[in-house]
């Protein structure tokens, strides 16, 4: 079974190949150009498999699927990327790719997802999935709003965030927007859901991190 594998990053494509070498009877051709790969596909026809990186400096991996379909290629195009932008990968996934792998996912869930899109399978991830399904059909222009859209933020949260970051706690919370504690407390169990965090402190990091709230000093 032939793959081609395409990233600009030198040393994940090298450790990908390999990865896949040991694991898979895949024969795999590792790339660091999307042109170069076009090109070898122009060469030698359709092969079994394609794997691509999302962003790469001459050609990002939706237009590298346009440029497949262009051909009349039937090869089932696999995108792996470090992006958690997810109107970017709904775009790459509405564009024909065959799925979308984290580059996060360890060896074995990999070599799986690889193996159920050779069956057919249309793969995404649970999480990105229910990402996808809640964003707006049109990307905000305002990054905050974009930020509040990828993690499901409502305006209601983002000003319990902001209190948080101003060191208010719960009850004084409660008091500035009047709303019930209880509330609060509901508010605050979201934001921790939506950033993965566990208190306060990290919370607030995250929504930095994340544009939604400019950093103070």
């Known amino acids: 079974m032939k793959v081609i ?24 051709i590792s790339l660091t150009s999307a042109r170069e790969a076009l090109t070898l ?12 990186d999302l962003q790469m400096p001459e ?7 346009e440029a497949i379909e262009r051909r009349g290629l039937l090869v089932p195009v696999v995108v792996i990327s470090a992006s ?8 790459v996934m509405n564009a024909g790719a065959a799925g979308f792998i984290p580059k996060t996912a360890n060896t074995e869930e990999i070599v799986s997802i690889l193996e159920r899109v050779m069956q057919g ?7 990105i999935e229910a990402g996808i399904a809640h964003l707006p059909q049109i990307k905000p222009e305002d990054g905050v709003k974009q930020a509040m859209a990828h993690y499901h933020i409502t305006e209601r949260q983002l000003e319990v965030l902001r ?18 504690i209880e509330t609060v407390r509901t508010h605050v169990r979201n934001l921790y859901s939506a950033f993965q965090v566990n208190d306060r402190i990290r919370c607030v ?3 930095e991190e994340a544009g939604l709230l400019r950093r103070t000093h």
């Open 5 to 28: 594998h395409v990233d600009d990053h030198v040393l994940f494509a090298e450790g990908f190949k390999a990865m896949l070498t040991m694991r898979t009877a895949f024969d795999v």
């Open 84 to 91: 958690e932008d997810l109107w970017e990968i709904r775009k």
């Open 41 to 52: 596909l122009d060469e030698i026809g359709e092969v079994d498999l394609l794997l691509v």
């Open 121 to 127: 399978e249309i793969y995404l991830p649970e999480n």
């Open 59 to 65: 050609m990002n991996g939706i237009s590298m699927i």
């Open 163 to 180: 209190l948080i970051r101003q060191g208010y706690n719960n009850k004084d919370i409660s008091k500035i927007l009047y709303i019930s």
């Open 205 to 207: 990091r995250a929504a």
